[in-house]
Antibody, heavy 118, light 108 residues
Framework: EVQLVESGGGLVQPGGSLRLSCAASGFTFSHYWMSWVRQAPGKGLEWVANIKQDGSKKYYGDSVKGRFTISRDNAKNSLYLQMNRLRAEDTAVYYC???????????WGRGTLVTVSS | SYVLTQPPSVSVAPGKTARISCGGNSIGSKSVHWYQQKPGQAPVLLIYYDSDRPSGIPERFSGSNSGNTATLTISRVEAGDEADYYCQVWNSSIDHVVFGGGTKLTVL
C-alpha cells in the first residue's frame, strides 16, 4: 500500500527541540521531492519545507527558516524534520507529503501533533 | 511574497453548483492545485495543473484559471462535499509553496 506515516510528535516546552519522522512505503521514495506541511488548530495549511530527491536542495518557509531542518534517508525510505527553538506558534499537526511533478502534493500522511507549551 | 485569497466560506444547496475562488496577482500564469480536507482528515488532492483530476476524483469537480482568479467548481453538490478547500501554487521567484487561506463549504 502506498502510504506515508508520521511519528515523533508530542508536547514540548518553548525553546525545546523535537524530531519528526515520516516512513514511506509502497513507492520508490528516492524518486520524489518530499515536503512537510503543517496546520495549526482551527487554521489553514502552511507549507514548512521541501527537499530534493538526493537531499541536495532544501527550501523553507519564512516562519521556520533557521530553526527547522528537513532531511531524508533514502536507504530507510524516511523523511525527517528537526525542529529547534520551538515556539507556541509552532503548535500544529505536521503532515508529510509527497511532491508530484513540481509542485503539488499527491500523497499525504495522517499527520502528527506537535504541542509547544509550558 | 505571493498571496492567495479565498473566501472564508461558501454555502450551497444540495444538487446546485458551488464555485470557490482563489485570487492572486496574475495567477493565470501559474499552475493552481486544489485540495479537499474533511474534519479530522488529511488533505486530499482534488485538482492539479488548474483543471486535471487525479484518478478517483469525480467529474463533478473541475477547475479553471485565468487572469487574477482561479476557480474550483463543484457540480451537483452532495452532503459529502462539505469540507475545507485549499488552493495552492508554487512561487518560483522565491522557491516557496503558497496555500490559500481555505474555504469552508457548507451544504445547506
Amino acid at each position: 500500500e502506498v502510504q506515508l506515516v508520521e511519528s515523533g510528535g508530542g508536547l514540548v516546552q518553548p525553546g525545546g527541540s523535537l524530531r519528526l519522522s515520516c516512513a514511506a512505503s509502497g513507492f520508490t521514495f528516492s524518486h520524489y521531492w518530499m515536503s512537510w506541511v503543517r496546520q495549526a488548530p482551527g487554521k489553514g495549511l502552511e507549507w514548512v519545507a521541501n527537499i530534493k530527491q538526493d537531499g541536495s536542495k532544501k527550501y523553507y518557509g519564512d516562519s521556520v527558516k533557521g530553526r527547522f531542518t528537513i532531511s531524508r534517508d533514502n536507504a530507510k525510505n524516511s523523511l525527517y524534520l528537526q525542529m529547534n527553538r520551538l515556539r507556541a506558534e509552532d503548535t500544529a499537526v505536521y503532515y508529510c507529503a509527497r511532491v508530484s511533478r513540481l509542485w503539488y502534493f499527491d500523497l499525504w500522511g495522517r499527520g502528527t501533533l506537535v504541542t509547544v507549551s509550558s | 511574497s505571493y498571496v492567495l485569497t479565498q473566501p472564508p466560506s461558501v454555502s450551497v444547496a444540495p444538487g446546485k453548483t458551488a464555485r470557490i475562488s482563489c485570487g492572486g496577482n496574475s495567477i493565470g500564469s501559474k499552475s493552481v492545485h486544489w485540495y479537499q480536507q474533511k474534519p479530522g482528515q488529511a488533505p486530499v488532492l482534488l485538482i492539479y495543473y488548474d483543471s486535471d483530476r487525479p484518478s478517483g476524483i469525480p467529474e463533478r469537480f473541475s477547475g479553471s484559471n485565468s487572469g487574477n482568479t482561479a476557480t474550483l467548481t463543484i457540480s451537483r453538490v452532495e452532503a459529502g462535499d462539505e469540507a475545507d478547500y485549499y488552493c495552492q501554487v508554487w512561487n518560483s521567484s522565491i522557491d516557496h509553496v503558497v496555500f490559500g487561506g481555505g474555504t469552508k463549504l457548507t451544504v445547506l
